[in-house]
């Protein structure tokens, strides 16, 4: 039994994509190689799968956004830490970030205001690309899975 | 083993952090060399006053060709950090 719940699949499934110019992809996926039993091919699917896997998973979503989110935060909080300890520094600078970040200043307490406000930014930031490349990921299969399934079905009439 | 509707479900991708950290690395190095000698070529009465301003975290960095290599070099090591950090703790999280 495979994950569509019927005993079909567990032979093996070629999927066969043919694009417009003429180039023949052959994508052959066993979906499940353990009810076929041979270790060595079960290895080798498996592995097979897991690349697949790979290929096709998702962005972390929340992961993306707290990691950009530190990461600006932290770049903020660095470099108005700079600034303070330095002191004198030059107009202009990123005082001028206070014209988007409430509350922000170069000062001792604008350090601990920028790194929340960096890390928002980062957050949103990340968290929008990691939602945006999933969806044109997603797209990009329901593509590739569509053209497939009119390419299977092409002849169909052929056979009346 | 697991059953592979799960599998599937969990998967996301992994980043390589040291890799990302390289590539971040060099473009932000290659953006800073280009925006410097691309300010130093243009010429004019005051070079690059603003991008000037970054040598208040990057000491020695100045808006000349000499400058643009020093400037690459940092901006390489900050985008590095960027990188390989990013990278980490997304890893961190994303297999929590």
Known sequence: ?160 | MEPEEDQIEKAVVLLNAKLLGIVLGFLSGAGLFLATNFLVLKGGRHVGVHLGLLAAFFPGYRVTFLGSIIGFFYAFLAGFLVGAILGAVYNKIATA
């Not at chain 1, 567990?10 to 996926?29: A, D, N, T």
Request: glycine share 12%; hydrophobic share 50%; proline share 4%.
């Open chain 1, 1 to 160: 039994m495979n994950m569509y719940g019927n005993r079909e699949a567990s032979f093996p499934r070629l999927l066969e994509l043919h694009p417009r110019k003429g180039v023949e992809l052959r994508i052959q996926i066993e979906l499940d190689p353990a009810s076929r039993g041979g270790g060595m091919s079960a290895q080798k699917n498996s592995s097979g799968e897991r690349r697949l896997l790979q290929a096709f998973a998702p962005l972390h979503r929340s992961a993306l956004g707290m990691a950009c989110g530190l990461v600006l935060g932290g770049i903020l909080a660095v470099t108005t830490l700079a600034l303070v300890i330095q002191g004198g520094y030059p107009e202009p600078n990123l005082n001028l970030l206070g014209q988007f970040f409430w509350g922000y200043s170069i000062s001792w307490r604008g350090v601990l205001v920028g790194f929340l406000w960096g890390w928002l930014m980062g957050f949103i930031l990340g968290w929008g690309f990691a939602l945006v490349r999933n969806a044109a990921l997603w797209i990009w299969l329901a593509v590739i899975r569509s053209r497939a399934e009119m390419e299977q079905y092409s002849d169909f009439l052929d056979h009346l």
